[in-house]
C-alpha cells in the first residue's frame, strides 16, 4: 500500500508540474504578445495548450493564438485555433475575418470567400468592408459570378464604389459579357464621372464601336468604287451617288460615337484619328 501510494504521489506532482508550466507559458506568451513578438507567443501558447492539463483558461485565448499564429505567417496554426474560437462563440466574426485573410495568404480564394461570407454573416454590425474584400477574393480566384454578386452589393454599399463598379465590369468583360459590361462601365460614368479608369474603359469601347461602324462605311465606298473600275457604272450615275451617300451616312455615326470617346478621354488618339479619316471622306 505505502508503494502505491508513493507512485500516486509522484503522479500528481507531474500532473502539477505539468500545469504550473503550462500556466507560466501562458503568461509568457501574453507578454510576447503584447511586445508583438508573434512567433514567440504562438509557439508558446501552442505548447502550452498541448499540456495543459487542469489548468483553466478562458476560451477567448483561442483567438489571440490565432492572431499571434497569423501575424508570425503560421497559417495553417491561424486556421486551426480561429476554429477553436468559432466553436467556443468567441470572438466569432472576427476569428472568420481573419480565417479569410489566412486563405487569402494561402491563395486559396474559395475558401477565403467562404470564411468572409460566414465573417459578414456572423457580424453584429453591418461592415461593408468584409463585403467587398470578399469580392476582391472571388475575383482573385476566377469565381467570377460570385465577384459580381459582390461587388454589385460593395456599389449598393457606396463603399469604394468607383473601384468596385471598375472591378465589376472588367469580371463581366472576363465573362464575355460585353453588353453589361458596357451597361457597367455607363452606369460608372454617371456615377463617378471623375475617375479616369471607367472614363477610359467607356472611350475605348466607343473607339472600338466608331471603328466598326467606320469599316462599314469603306466596305461600301470601296465596292462602289470597284463597280466603277469594272465599268458597271460611273461616278456620274445615280446609282453611284447613292452609295457614296450610303457610306456618308455610315462615316457621320462613326464620328457621333467616336466624339463620345473624345467626350470622355481627350487624349484619346485613335479616337481622333478615326474622326479625322471619316471627316476626309466626309469634307470630299
Known sequence: MKKVFVVMAA????????????AEKIN?????????????????????????????????????????????????????YFDKAIEAGVNVSKSHEYKALAYNDKEDYANAVASYEQAIATAEENDPALVFNAAIAAYRGELLDKAVELFSKSVQNNYRGETALY???????????????KAALEEGVEKYPADDKISSA?????????????????????????KVSS???????????????KAKTEFKSAVEVLEKAKALDSGNQNAQKLIDACNAVLGS
Open 11 to 22: 503522479l500528481l506532482l507531474s500532473v502539477f508540474s505539468f500545469a504550473q508550466d503550462a
Open 28 to 80: 509568457q506568451a501574453n507578454e510576447a504578445l503584447k511586445a508583438e513578438d508573434y512567433a514567440k507567443a504562438f509557439t508558446l501558447y501552442d505548447e502550452a495548450m498541448k499540456n495543459i492539463g487542469d489548468v483553466q483558461v478562458e476560451p477567448a485565448i483561442n483567438f489571440n493564438i490565432g492572431f499571434a499564429a497569423y501575424k508570425s505567417n503560421n497559417l495553417q496554426g491561424a486556421v486551426e
Open 202 to 226: 467607356l472611350a475605348n469601347i466607343y473607339v472600338s464601336e466608331g471603328n466598326d461602324i467606320y469599316k462599314k462605311g469603306v466596305a461600301i465606298l470601296t465596292a462602289a468604287n470597284e
Open 231 to 245: 465599268g458597271a457604272i460611273t461616278t456620274a450615275d445615280d446609282a453611284y451617288t447613292a452609295e457614296v451617300e
Open 167 to 181: 472591378y465589376k465590369a472588367v469580371t463581366l468583360r472576363k465573362q464575355n459579357k460585353d453588353a453589361e459590361y
